[in-house]
């Protein structure tokens, strides 16, 4: 419900009202007067007939004048123009006709009052009336396409109806209508028969759109209709003023405007209060089966609740009534509520939004909330729609516990497939070099116990190296174990990172041409003091050169490459090798996950490794990425930011190596290749 809610001055409760004044007009005891009245004035004719005269017109004149009443009073509710036009017309035939009684002989209002005067006058009033009765008829069917403007009706009859008054009094052209002795002129019998003719032509519109209009206001008009014929053709013959032709005439034209009138209560007001009772009743019911709660208060004071409402507020409506709106409004929405409503009375009217209502047992209706100022028995109230959201909420919180326990169970299910990836791969990796170890150890047992014991060396070799296979894993699996602990901590110092990484690459020269592998290092600096831990930073780089020696084909190159970009070191290693597949790129940082065993020769892992140095390096503050293209090789890039170390910090500009530190190296590197040698 968006903007302001426009009744402008009446609501469905002041409609109601008009209809029920005018209705009291048109009850049975109000009807039932009607004939009495005429019987009283039917007695006056024989008493006295000027009375009688000014009595019946009189009555005339104020039925014409509630008809006219009626027309302007219920416009605004029917907006039937062609009403209005007859109630405009009737308020001017009343004018005439209010004229032709005060020119009546005998009143002695008028200087030259006469029969032929009155006379000129009722003739002027009749031809109005069915003028306008003819034209009525003639546009009754045409509602719906032609519209009538008050303005100008009354403008035409104002200047008409002066013209004729002018003619009449002042210029004294209007033909004669009676001659004292003699009676009524030709022009008034003629007059009289072409006002019967256009009653009567409208009598034949009224048959033709009948469909139109309902039964009872189809024959009130033509009730009407024939007693004002009646009443013209009484009216021809009379020879003087209170002969019965005259008393019956009057009588019979009464009857016509009784009919009219009739005509008009049921157009205007008892055909509307039905179908505006019967919308009432469907609009009450409506209202009381909507889903959504309706509420309206006026200031702070709850003067209408529907069903919906207060059955979901758990209370009776006779409980809400009366109260506070506060008193059903969550504490903590009081002083949003209260400027919500000077905002709502400025007309920013629309959707609240969801707001929390208190229900009779103390739990909460949350609703969303829309509101409106509207006119509620004549004073200006503020319209609340709530939409119980309590079940779409419950529902909402619902599918986000499933949303969110899928989630979880997604990634259960992924942890438990990575780790059963991972025991399956571990106890594969632990099983080969341990069978070798074993099977190695069996056959010197046997070389012993028939005295071969003397070349030994290569089985204690690859017993060595099998167990270096195995202390990597275990050192991998602990080095991971810690960083996932938060234990691993690096030690950091001033070092050239140039110097190290180069003695790291150069080291492994030997193990690289055992594989007919060729190992580059370049660099554009010869020196750049930052700080790193050396000995992760050989981890580093030693597993990328072991995976890239280890992928690439004999006969090909692996290429090391160091440059400056000013604020970080970027460390290259590229091979020529068989590459990584695009679709597993993403994946080959992930702990315990491999390249598809299809892609990758014969040579297998943990998935640890590339895990374990993607952590080292973003412990040091940097980032490591892939290129790769399948089939022709992969560049593995490193990108350290260059930080130094205040001066207590040991620093080693050239990262110079003891005997016994070079032995710990080779070690190390023995045990960091040594799953390459074991498949040659």
Excluded at 352 to 369: C, N, P, T, W, Y
Aim: charged share 20%; aromatic share 10%; hydrophobic share 45%.
């Amino acid at each position: 419900m968006q903007g302001k809610t426009n009744y402008k001055q009446h609501t469905t409760s002041d409609h109601m009202r008009i209809f029920n004044y005018f209705r009291e007009c048109t009850t049975l005891k109000e009807i039932s007067l009607f004939p009495i009245s005429l019987i009283v004035i039917i007695y006056l004719s024989f008493q006295n007939f000027t009375l009688f005269h000014t009595v019946i017109e009189m009555y005339g004149i104020v039925i014409a004048l509630i008809i006219l009443v009626i027309a302007i009073n219920t416009y605004h509710l029917n907006k039937d123009h062609y009403l209005l036009f007859l109630g405009i017309a009737y308020g001017f035939v009343a004018g005439f006709d209010f004229l032709h009684t005060l020119a009546y002989d005998g009143m002695n209002v008028f200087k030259e009052s006469s029969t032929n005067l009155t006379t000129q006058l009722w003739i002027i009033a009749r031809y109005i009336e069915g003028i306008s009765i003819l034209f009525f008829c003639m546009l009754m069917n045409k509602k719906a396409t032609v519209k009538l403007k008050s303005t100008y009706v009354v403008t035409i009859y104002s200047i008409v109806s002066i013209a004729l008054l002018l003619i009449v009094f002042k210029w004294n052209l209007f033909p004669v209508s009676f001659v004292e002795g003699v009676g009524v002129t030709s022009f008034k019998q003629i007059s009289e028969y072409i006002i019967s003719g256009m009653l009567a032509i409208a009598i034949l519109l009224i048959i033709k759109n009948r469909n139109v209009l309902s039964h009872k206001i189809f024959y009130f008009l033509i009730l009407s209709c024939v007693a004002t014929i009646i009443s013209e053709i009484m009216f021809i013959y009379f020879k003087h003023p209170d002969d019965l032709f005259v008393m019956w005439g009057h009588i019979v034209k009464i009857i016509s405007f009784y009919f009219i009138y009739k005509a008009v209560v049921e157009t205007a007001l008892k055909t509307p209060y039905k179908k505006l009772k019967n919308s009432e009743e469907r609009y009450s019911h409506l209202i009381s089966v909507l889903p959504d709660g309706v509420l309206v208060h006026i200031g702070e004071k709850i003067v209408f609740v529907n069903s919906t409402l207060s059955k979901s507020l758990g209370m009776e409506e006779e409980e809400l009534i009366g109260n506070s709106i506060y008193s059903i409004v969550s504490k903590e929405y009081h002083i949003e509520v209260r400027e919500v409503i000077k905002k709502i009375r400025l007309g920013n009217s629309g959707r609240i939004g969801e707001r929390l209502f208190l229900k009779k047992d103390g739990s909460h209706l949350h609703g969303e909330v829309t509101a409106s100022t509207i006119t509620f028995e004549g004073q200006e109230a503020i319209l609340v729609i709530i939409r119980d959201m309590t079940e779409r909420k419950k529902v909402e919180e619902l599918e986000k516990t499933v949303e969110i326990n899928q989630r979880l169970l997604q990634q259960v299910k992924k942890h438990v497939k990575l780790k059963t990836e991972f025991f399956s791969n571990l106890s594969h990796e632990m099983r080969t070099p341990l069978n070798v170890i074993f099977g190695t150890i069996q056959l010197l047992e046997v070389k012993l116990q028939v005295g071969e014991g003397v070349a030994h060396n290569k089985h204690l070799m690859v017993i060595k190296q099998n167990c270096y296979r195995m202390l990597r894993l275990v050192n991998n699996l602990l080095d991971t174990t810690k960083i996932d602990a938060g234990y691993f901590q690096l030690d950091l110092g001033n070092y050239n990172i140039i110097s190290i990484v180069e003695d790291i690459t150069t080291s492994v020269v030997d193990y690289a041409e055992e594989n007919h592998v060729s190992l580059i290092f370049d660099t554009e600096i010869e020196e750049k003091i930052m700080a790193i831990d050396p000995d992760a930073l050989e981890r580093i780089v030693l597993n990328l050169l072991s995976n890239a020696i280890k992928f690439t084909e004999e006969g090909d190159s692996v290429f090391v490459n160091i440059h400056d970009e000013g604020e970080h070191i970027v460390i290259r290693v590229k091979d020529t090798g068989i590459g990584i597949p695009k679709q597993q790129i993403d994946t080959i940082f992930r702990r315990f996950k491999q390249v598809d065993k299809s892609f990758s020769k014969e040579h297998q892992g943990t998935g640890i490794g590339l895990s374990l140095v993607n952590s080292l390096v973003r412990m040091h503050g940097g980032k490591m990425d892939v290129q790769s293209t399948y089939g022709e090789g992969t560049e593995f890039i490193i990108q350290l930011p260059v930080k130094v170390l205040n001066e207590e910090v040991k620093t080693d500009k050239n990262h110079v190596n003891t005997t016994d530190e070079k032995a710990k190296q080779v070690e190390r590197i023995q045990i960091e290749f040594s799953d390459i040698y074991t498949a040659k």
